[in-house]
């Protein structure tokens, strides 16, 4: 079964600085990839997705997330971390060659405190 | 393109009471899931719809819960009987159902609280 890793439950930047959140799956096919950002007492919105095209990955606001399969991550990075970015991020894992019902299985989550 | 929405947004209950949830689509979106999320966790999976057909339940959907979707719209997840391990977040996502978007759109989400 697919599953996602994401390694540190919280992590801490200060303003401005390197944002970089961690995600490994777990499958031996490449599945489709996803972060997803959540607001407090929000839904989730999409961030950004991998579906076998470019290995890197632009999303909104900024984030982007690099597909290595060599290493089965997809970590998500900012290059400058603005205090709105304060948020729980999610990285999430569909399969690539089922069609039909295709939930997404999520990780448990990287809250994600910036420090002005 | 409005967006998923969610009804309500709280909702507080005695145990033992039962809760019906509303969930409605993007229009022209033809698959519908639904999700829980307790604190701390990410979303797990609880049902999936195509159109209105009920094509797979999780096994985290015990008997107490059921979902709807009478005319591949809007869907609804009622609970029976609800218990304390009930509270959490519901949350509702749909997507096109097209094989290469596999991307999926949340609504806001239902807090249930079991007192």
């Known amino acids: 079964a697919q599953s996602v890793t994401q390694l540190g439950s919280h992590v801490s930047v200060s303003e401005g600085a390197l944002v970089l959140l961690r995600c490994n799956y777990s499958?031996?096919?490449?599945?489709?990839l996803f972060w997803y950002v959540q607001y407090p007492n929000q839904g989730l919105q999409l961030l950004l997705k991998y579906t076998s095209a470019a290995t890197l990955v632009k999303g909104i606001n900024g984030f982007e997330a690099e597909f290595k399969k060599s290493e089965t991550s997809f970590h998500l990075t900012k290059p400058s971390a603005h205090m709105s970015d304060a948020a729980e991020y999610f990285c999430a894992v569909s399969p690539l060659f089922i069609s039909g019902n295709t939930p997404l299985v999520f990780g448990k989550g990287t809250r994600l405190s910036v420090i002005a | 393109d409005t967006g998923v929405s969610q009804n309500p947004r709280h909702k507080i209950t005695k145990r033992g009471q039962n809760v019906t949830f509303r969930c409605d689509p993007i229009?022209?979106?033809?698959?519908l899931y639904w999700y829980r999320q307790t604190l701390g966790q990410g979303p797990e999976f609880l049902t999936y719809?195509?159109?209105?057909?009920?094509?797979?339940k999780s096994r985290l959907l015990s008997d107490r819960f059921s979902a709807e979707r009478p005319k591949g719209s809007f869907s609804t997840l009622e609970i029976q009987r609800t218990e304390q391990g009930d509270s959490a977040m519901y949350l509702c996502a749909s997507s096109p159902g097209k094989t290469q978007s596999r991307e999926q759109y949340f609504g806001p989400g239902t807090r249930l609280t079991v007192t």
């Open positions: 499958s031996s096919v490449p599945p489709y």
């Open positions: 719809f195509q159109n209105e057909a009920q094509l797979e």
């Open positions: 229009s022209e979106h033809n698959r």
